[in-house]
Structure formats: structure tokens, C-alpha cells
DNA sequence: TTTTAGCACTCTAAAGTAGAGATTGCTAAA
DNA sequence: TTTAGCAATCTCTACTTTAGAGTGCTAAAA
């Protein structure tokens, strides 16, 4: 879609309809443009540039006698050619930052205050999921009894994050079997990233003088040990927020967005998905692939701790104030990997 | 409040009167009771029956020409005189059983299993908080050095569960130094609650050859150690329930119970402070502490892991079928003690 | 060729009106 | 003590009306 060729008027018309429908969430109409944002046009004209736009797809008309509102792909436009980024203030970069500390060093309360300031100064749900250990290299591994046929499975990687899975083992092993266990895989695995050792261990292990009993266990539970499936947690703060906003007045909508917060499962795979790239990501209505927030705008920016990444951002209506939000999200994911490194 | 001395007539209208309002959500008149419960008599005479009622404060009307709706006296009469427990069928218990015992034995994921079932049954919201480790049994603690400044210290009680925590020390302690310090906690803490070792760690680690810094670091720790601050997890499901509710039709009142349920922290607090009474608890509207669940009623019932206990439970208008909650958070509880024993 | 004024037309949202229906409380009779 | 009957009250729904906003088109102006 070449959308460079519209004209300068064309593109001015959308984007003062769009700053305009983003603060007041009514269909604008060209007398509003005309007069309040002084294009030294009659409303006359404008109404045939918004012919125009609307027949390119950019806006269109909730009923006859409404004015236009964005569509996705108006929105789209607005985003990559038409947006100025709005730079925050200093004190709103030190609120968040203040915020963003309070947690200290520990991961869980610093992403959960990140989705929370998120939340609070975007009036939106704010959104942050608990960095990927995939790409985390091992530095050691640790084997704990904990119980009865329980193990704790440590495993710290090199950023200085840890994380503990408790493991069944059906039948006892010997302290000892295991602390040499233990010296094996760190012998073996250090210096490899998780998910490497996730796809080899099986040959690593295999010719060695391991009770085999023992290496098939850990083999079977790889997933669970060695990725992030039902490790990744998500924080999401401010479901209040979109509850207020005109476009979740409807139940129907709004049910259907709180069943996917409630979920988690669908939401983790969509925002995780976003870890891997640099810079802020925006994601746009009909462009989510979940159905049910094809409604809403996603912006998202990876952070950093060490060598691995996660996610956070903010989920609202697509009408939102894009041009804010950016730095915003950009600001609270600098904040984060700073408080985290 | 003295309510034994209602006549067995004004029992069976208060009876009959709630269970249509349950089923209904509609104010009910006198001509409802008098027809379809069959009493006997005539609609005027239900409605002088229907008028004492009211001016003891059991029921009321909406307005002037509608039907009388229960109050939370009155539901309180009802649950604790008139309500007659409805069992399960053998295959509703088969079908809560398989749910809860998805699990297998994760505590975790056994617990968030529970909620969902709880939510989708009762089509409520379904409630279940982790276990209070608080009154349990230490059997062994270790301390595990996970990075630079950080271990893990594992705490396993003994019904079997443990739990982890990651946590800073300033200075790097060699590795001797902490497996003796180590050796002393297990040797003098071993066999205590919880509970009790946060409040008397401070004497019992008073005359040792340990660090007095090491010390002092675990002393100013205790409540991140020994108690259930911060780490005790809620799992709620079935939010879409209750919005589907009538009763939450009101923007304002759905509003407020969702921040509640994201909040998380004071609804802990509130469903925690129940795993130690027996049997199943009943709180009605306004006997509910937190303002903002003042409208719903909440069930709930203790399980046990070995010595130690949490909450399940639901959440819902109340108007609800506490005939039927009784039986299932009753059964669900005993599959979830069976499942984690 | 482009822009604008003017106007008929369309549609929504809010306000007002009317009528049906439900339920009550009271009274007087059974 | 119970019941039939009835006026009174209030809600809810449907319908009508009105005001207002905005469009699209046409013809004139720039």
C-alpha cells in the first residue's frame, strides 16, 4: 500500500482528524477540522479531501449524518509518516524511573510496579511479561533436596538471574548420585544458553557413567527446566482503565478482552513474541493476531537484563494518544533495564 | 437478632421468596409465591406475611410497586435456618475431581486448576490462595549461592511442600561460611513452625560463632523468610462471570470490584484470614470487610497440605445458589486436600 | 480548475408522551 | 383469620417529536 502519494492537504486532514477524534472519541466532522485547526479552508473543502480519504480506506462514517472516524489503515499511516513523537517532561521521567526502582533488584516486584506505573500514567492496561531465559547462558546449575521425592532444579544464568523449578523424582537417589549429577551437567552444560541445552541434552548426556534412570528424567522434563513454558509470568495493571473508555462499553467487547487478560496463555505468546526486536513495536486493530483485542492498539519495547530480554507495554483502544505513548513505553523500557543491569 | 421466632409461614415465604429471586434476579411478588410454590393461600395473604417480613428487616422493595427482593439479613436467615444443602452427582464429583487432579502434584498449577474449576461450575468467580506455610513444620533450609550477591534460600516444610526465595547479600560470604551458617540454622531451627522462627530468630542465633553480619542480614530478613508476606498467591477466575451478572450491569459497581480482584494484596489478606476455622464459611454483603465486595457474598472452605492449610472459594452476588456452593467448594476442598496429600 | 456558499436530505440522540403491566396496601366481606 | 376487590403507584416499553449535526450535491465565485 503506497500511501506516500497522498497530498499535503490530504495528509494534514487526517492527521487533525485523528488528534481530534483521539481526544473526544466522537466522529469528526469537516466543520471541526475547517475551524478549529484553522486550515485556512472552507468546510467545503475539507469535506471533499475526507471523500477522498475515505474512499483510500483512511476513515469512514460510523452512519450518514456522523463525521469519520481513523480506520485501522488511517491509523497505520498516522503511525509511520504523520506522528511526532511527544517528548516526556523531566518529571515525569523521574516519576517513572522513582517507581520503577522501588522494587530494588528483585525482578517480580520491579516488572509488577512496571506494569502498574504502565497503567497509571497511560490511563491504559499496562502490560510487562518476566524476561526469556531461552537465550540465557547457563552459569550453574544447582540440585537441591527439598523433600521426599523432590528435588529443587536451580538454574542461574549469566545476567545474574536465577530462577528454581521444584521437580518430582519418583524414586530416591543417594545425595551423592546426585551432587555428581549435578557436577556433570555443570561440567557439561555451562557456557551454553538454555535453549541450546534444551535441544541437546539428550546426546550430552548420553555417554557418560549416569545412572539412566536419572538422565532420562531430566531428558523428559527439559521443557520445564530449560524454557520458558509456564515459567514467563505476565503483569497486567489497569483493567479499571479500559473499562472506562466508550469503546468497552459494550459487554460483548468488554468480556471477550477480559477473558483474554484471564488467560494469560494467548496474551504471554503474543507479547513474548515482541522480545526479540529492537525499539518500540506498535501493533494496530485488524494487525493483533488475537481476535479479541482487534480493537485495540498494542505498543510494546523490548528491555534488557544482561543478555536477556522480555517485554513490556500498554494494550488500549486504538484510539490512543500514539504520539505520547511511544516515549512513554520507550522511557519506562530504558528505565527498567537500567534498574535491572 | 433473635429470627428463631419466625412463624413456620413466614419461613416458607422467605423461603420460596428467595429461591425465585435466585433464580430470577426479578423483585418477586406475592401472586408468584402464592401460585407457583402452592402454599395454600391466597396473594394478599402472602402479602401480609410478605409486610411483617419487611419490617423485620428481611426483605425489601425496590420501589413502590414491585416485588420484595431479599436483604442481607434476610439471606443470613436463610443460609444459617432454612437452606437445605443440595448434594453433587456422582459425576459432577468425578468431573471436579479430574479437573483438580490435572496438576498432578504442582501445587501451582493444582491450585490454578481449582479456580477454574470453582469459576466455571458455579459460573462465579472461582478462588484459591496458596497454602500459609506460616504454621509449618521446618524440616530443612538450604542456602544456595545463585549469583554474585544473590542465593536462594529453600525452606521445605513437612507436608512435603518447600518454596525459594532469592535473596541479596551485600558482601560475598564464602562458600564455607554459608554452608556452616547452614549447618547452625538446621540444627536450631529444624522442628519449629515458621511462625515461630520469625519471631524468635533474633535469640536463637544470639550465642554462635557466626557472622554477626551474616546474622543480621537473616534477623532483617524474617519476614521474607519464615512468613507468607509477598509470597502468598491468589488465582481468580471467571472475572466474565460476574459481569455477566445483572448485578454488575452498573459501570461503577463492575469498576470496583475489578480493581479489587487486580489488586490482589487486601483480597488475600480478607480470604487468608479464613484457613484456619473448619468447615465452610459463609460471608453475606455487608458482613464483608472490603467495601467494594459489599454486594457479594463469599464461600469458602480450608484444605490441607499435611499440617499446613489454605483457602478456595468463590466470589459472586448474594444472589447465589448457596445450596449448591456449599456442596461444591465443600467438595472441591476435600479432592484439593486429597489431590496434595 | 479549484474553492466555496447554500441547501435539501439523512440520521442520531434526547426529550417527551402514552399506555400496559405489575404489585402494593387498604377496606370490607366471607 | 383469610380473602376478594380496587384504587393508587411506579416502572418499562414503545412511539413520537424535535433539535442538531453532518453530509453530498449543485451552482456560483475565484
Redesign the interface.
Known sequence: MAFENLTSREKRVLQNLICHYIQTADPVGSRVIANKYRMGLSSATIRNTMQDLEEMGLISQPHTSAGRIPTDSGYRIFVNTLLKQEPLTDSEKKYIKSIVNQG???ID?VLSQTSKILGDITSLLGISISPRFEEGVL??M?L?P???G?I?V?V?VKS???R?I?M?IESDFSPNELRHFEDVLNERLSGLTLGQIRRTISERLADTDLSPRLVKLFVDARTNIWSDK?TTQIHA????NL??QPEFAD?ET??SI??IL?DKKELIEFIDSKSLVEGIIITIGNENPIDEIKNCSVVTSKYQVGKISGTIGIIGPTRMPYSKLISIVEYTAKSLTDTLS
Open positions: 530494588g533488584k528483585r516486584i552459569t550453574r544447582n537441591v527439598a523433600a521426599e523432590k529443587f536451580i542461574a545474574g538471574l536465577a528454581s521444584l518430582e509456564d495493571t489497569g483493567t479499571g473499562i472506562k459487554r468488554l468480556l477480559i477473558n484471564e
